[in-house]
Nanobody, 116 residues
Framework: QVHLVESGGGLVQAGGSLRLSCEGP????????MGWYRQAPGKEREIVVT????????YYEDSVKGRFTVSRDRRKIRVWLQMNNLKPEDTAVYYC?????????WGQGTPVTVYP
């Protein structure tokens, strides 16, 4: 069964940076709008950023604008999330999936912990 694999999370001090990667062995990203989601402890999973199949159009949730950048490679088999100037409130497990409809089994996500 196709699933997505996220990586790149970790423990970082506030103000630091991380780069997350999303791959989908056996999954054809080509025609899918992709999103990065996150779920903070005790909260619902929420959409953070999205990117169209061409990569030319993106959406950023207000709290991450100017700090996060989403991109996808030319072959469109990988999606990245560059996170700069991280804040403690960014602490969450980060997932990628199609957007707006979830069409692939959720991966395990990659945890991001930002300490003051």
């Amino acid at each position: 069964q196709v699933h997505l694999v996220e990586s790149g999370g970790g423990l970082v001090q506030a103000g630091g940076s991380l780069r997350l990667s999303c791959e989908g062995p056996g999954f054809d990203f080509t025609n899918h709008q992709m999103g990065w989601y996150r779920q903070a402890p005790g909260k619902e999973r929420e959409i953070v950023v999205t990117i169209t199949p061409s990569g030319q159009s993106t959406y950023y949730e207000d709290s991450v604008k100017g700090r996060f950048t989403v991109s996808r490679d030319r072959r469109k088999i990988r999606v990245w999330l560059q996170m700069n100037n991280l804040k403690p409130e960014d602490t969450a497990v980060y997932y990628c999936n199609t957007y707006p409809s979830i069409t692939v089994q959720w991966g395990q996500g990659t945890p991001v912990t930002v300490y003051p």
